[in-house]
Nanobody
Framework: QVQLVESGGGLVQAGGSLRLSCAAS????????MGWFRQTPGKEREFVAG???????????DYAESVKGRFTISRDNAKNTVYLQMNSLKPEDTGVYYC?????????WGKGTLATVSS
């Protein structure tokens, strides 16, 4: 069982920045595929960014087209934490951001943190 706890959401004006954090449990965190998803009312949860273990100390990061160049996903394996740095925020980035961990084909989810971008 993997437990995930998000933090860092809040209210920011358009053009501003937020940094989300997700703390994970488990002793093999470095091997987890970690991701961020977001959801707004009336819409399905959508992928935002992910970071996967390739092998050794190599990771691969990918992003939704809508956030490329503005968001950066990173991880600190010593702290069992994944981050999402969100810059140049737009009102359409508003939503509940969920942390996801994938391990051995099983998905785990946090409870989410709300990020609101005002125009």
């Amino acid at each position: 069982q993997v437990q995930l706890v998000e933090s860092g959401g809040g209210l920011v004006q358009a053009g501003g920045s937020l940094r989300l954090s997700c703390a994970a449990s488990g002793r093999t965190f470095s091997q987890y595929t970690m991701g961020w998803f977001r959801q707004t009312p009336g819409k399905e949860r959508e992928f935002v960014a992910g970071i996967s273990w390739i092998g050794g100390k190599t990771y691969y990061a990918d992003y939704a087209e809508s956030v490329k160049g503005r968001f950066t996903i990173s991880r600190d394996n010593a702290k069992n934490t994944v981050y999402l740095q969100m810059n140049s925020l737009k009102p359409e980035d508003t939503g509940v951001y969920y942390c996801n961990a994938k391990l051995h084909g099983v998905d785990y989810w946090g409870k989410g943190t709300l990020a609101t971008v005002s125009s």
